[in-house]
């Protein structure tokens, strides 16, 4: 199975500043037919399900602020909060869909305020 | 607009079983992949089984294979997740979500969640 791999696991930014996340995955989930990156990512917020932010590696969903922007290819990626508000605290996840019969989730990164 | 709603959880002893279901409304259910996502508590996210618009393809977890069953009713707009032969470590929050719109298989919708516990 793919393996993904977040880093950090936390961090605090102060309001207004710059928030990046990392994911690394065990292979390449660049598929060569499409040139598409198979990886997406979420926000989680305490008590809620996970909300879609990215997907195709750099595709914002619709209606999701462009503060938030996606970027990378092959095997490693950022997830990037250009100027982070409160409402932005939050667990970030990537995943992985390149692997149909085994999709798999980085282990999230957990947001919070300075 | 799209709901998923999930029901179906509760408490269970190990070895036991639960039938999870997920009504899906405001979109065209038999045109999607549905899948199930689970959480244990406090953990991250897991995904545990998908299937094809029409039930002819289906893939699970390893963990999962030959105990837990995905199927669905496209005439009902239902998805459900038959689990056996449940474990400790199947405890969670499990989400029903919908296959993306760009024919990609991440999660566009998600639905509120149901906890199950399995415990003596």
């Known amino acids: 199975d793919i393996v993904m791999t977040q880093s950090p696991d936390s961090l605090a930014v102060s309001l207004g500043e710059r928030a990046t996340i990392n994911c690394k995955s065990s292979q390449s989930i660049l598929y060569s037919s499409n040139n598409k990156n198979y990886l997406a990512w979420y926000q989680q917020k305490p008590g809620q399900p996970p909300k879609l932010l990215i997907y195709?590696?750099?595709t914002r969903e619709s209606g999701v602020p462009d503060r938030f922007s996606g970027s990378g290819s092959g095997t490693d990626f950022t997830l990037t909060i250009s100027s982070l508000q409160a409402e932005d605290v939050a667990v970030y996840y990537c995943h992985q869909y390149y692997t149909i019969s085994a999709l798999t989730f980085g282990g999230g990164t957990k947001v919070e305020i300075k | 607009e799209v709901h998923l709603v999930e029901s179906g959880g509760g408490l269970v002893q190990p070895g036991g079983s639960l039938r999870l279901s997920c009504a899906a409304s405001?979109?065209?259910?038999?045109?999607?992949?549905m899948n199930w996502v689970r959480q244990a508590p406090g953990k991250g996210l897991e995904w545990v089984a998908s299937v094809k618009h029409d039930g002819s393809e289906k893939y699970y977890l390893d963990s999962v294979k030959g105990r837990f069953t995905i199927s669905r009713d496209n005439a009902k707009n239902s998805l459900y997740l038959q689990m056996n032969s449940l474990r400790a470590e199947d405890t969670a929050v499990y989400y029903c979500?919908?296959?993306?719109?760009?024919?990609?298989?991440?999660?566009?919708?998600w639905g509120q969640g149901t906890l199950v516990t399995v415990s003596s």
């Open positions: 979500a919908r296959d993306g719109e760009a024919a990609g298989l991440y999660f566009d919708y």
């Open positions: 405001g979109f065209t259910f038999s045109a999607y992949w």
């Open positions: 195709w590696a750099s």
